[in-house]
Nanobody, 127 residues
Framework: QVQLVESGGGSVQTGGSLRLSCVVS????????MGWFRQAPGKEREFVAAIAATGLNIKYADYLKGRFTISRDNAKNTVYLQMNRLKPEDTGDYYCALSSRLGIFGSSRLLDDYNYWGQGTQVTVSS
């Protein structure tokens, strides 16, 4: 059974940083595209960042303006999201996702391209 488990969320003040981790078990992640999405209270889930199995073909949501960095360690079956200069509007639940459909060079901004999801980790940014 494939499982994705996020960690690293918490509460920080505006301008702070957090590093999210997502560990994949039940299959290798080294051939899969990975992504991070988030969902603010009362809003739809939205794309944050994505990375291909190769560690290349990285994509970010336009609104991030360079504040976040996605990376992966295939030897550890783990993907990371480094979040800097956090703002109150970054508050929400952050979800890790894996796609077995994209091949080793693919990454995607689309929720429907991902077939495995974690349970989410909560991030709260106070002003």
């Amino acid at each position: 059974q494939v499982q994705l488990v996020e960690s690293g969320g918490g509460s920080v003040q505006t301008g702070g940083s957090l590093r999210l981790s997502c560990v994949v078990s039940g299959r290798t992640s080294s051939d899969a595209g990975m992504g991070w999405f988030r969902q603010a209270p009362g809003k739809e889930r939205e794309f944050v960042a994505a990375i291909a199995a190769t560690g290349l073909n990285i994509k970010y949501a336009d609104y991030l303006k360079g504040r976040f960095t996605i990376s992966r360690d295939n030897a550890k079956n783990t993907v990371y999201l480094q979040m800097n200069r956090l703002k109150p509007e970054d508050t929400g639940d952050y979800y890790c996702a894996l796609s077995s459909r994209l091949g080793i060079f693919g990454s995607s901004r689309l929720l429907d391209d991902y077939n495995y999801w974690g349970q989410g980790t909560q991030v709260t940014v106070s002003s």
